[in-house]
T-cell receptor
Framework: KAGVTQTPRYLIKTRGQQVTLSCSPISGHRSVSWYQQTPGQGLQFLFEYFSETQRNKGNFPGRFSGRQFSNSRSEMNVSTLELGDSALYLC????????????FGPGTRLTVL | AQSVTQPDIHITVSEGASLELRCNYSYGATPYLFWYVQSPGQGLQLLLKYFSGDTLVQGIKGFEAEFKRSQSSFNLRKPSVHWSDAAEYFCAVGLFSGGYQKVTFGTGTKLQVIP
């Protein structure tokens, strides 16, 4: 099976712009979670989608949003970018059961100038 | 709220030496515990996980971890480190409630391996 894929791998934006990141889960996986990784804050949970519904959310401002499509692919959007949004954004997929393991993609490196 | 502490930010070991990475958690019930490894420029790879049962868990790449409830710890060990083990290691605790899981990660330990 192919692993979790994320596009693009690298992205450079300027303050005030918006950005959309994409994640394709492992085939058959219905849950997609998003994490932000920064040197200062480490790995922080953004949100999780399961069967096109957000079922869990971390403590991020409303500028961070996401969605999931019927094929389980997910996108996350960040509007009005700030310098502090520069980070590695990781996506993880799992079948969606309570004890299922999350499998991570390689991440999208976002740089905000 | 659950939390995970990895007290060692950076560890250096010689190739062939043994390794122990520390992890302490704070959670009211028996947690679900994980160790992940991240190589530079890569995503996270699961090394091992503990849900219940035998408190000594075997993982991939020769790693093992032991769950000690009395110490709220889940330390990762490897008897003989290889140069390719140089990476960042993350301990995580999972809360499973209402049919979904929320995983909280520690801040990570960077492992340097010297010849």
């Amino acid at each position: 099976k192919a692993g979790v894929t994320q596009t693009p791998r690298y992205l450079i934006k300027t303050r005030g712009q918006q950005v959309t990141l994409s994640c394709s889960p492992i085939s058959g996986h219905r849950s997609v979670s998003w994490y932000q990784q920064t040197p200062g804050q480490g790995l922080q949970f953004l949100f999780e989608y399961f069967s096109e519904t957000q079922r869990n959310k971390g403590n991020f401002p409303g500028r961070f949003s996401g969605r999931q499509f019927s094929n389980s692919r997910s996108e996350m959007n960040v509007s009005t970018l700030e310098l502090g949004d520069s980070a590695l954004y990781l996506c993880a997929s799992s079948p969606g059961g309570t004890t299922d393991t999350q499998y991570f993609g390689p991440g999208t490196r976002l740089t905000v100038l | 709220a659950q939390s995970v502490t990895q007290p060692d930010i950076h560890i250096t070991v010689s190739e062939g030496a043994s390794l122990e990475l520390r992890c302490n958690y704070s959670y009211g019930a028996t947690p679900y515990l994980f160790w992940y490894v991240q190589s530079p420029g890569q995503g996270l790879q699961l090394l091992l996980k503990y849900f219940s049962g035998d408190t000594l868990v075997q993982g991939i790449k020769g790693f093992e971890a032991e769950f000690k409830r009395s110490q709220s710890s889940f330390n990762l060990r490897k008897p003989s480190v290889h140069w390719s083990d140089a990476a960042e290691y993350f301990c995580a605790v999972g809360l499973f409630s209402g049919g979904y899981q929320k995983v909280t990660f520690g801040t990570g330990t960077k492992l340097q391996v010297i010849p």
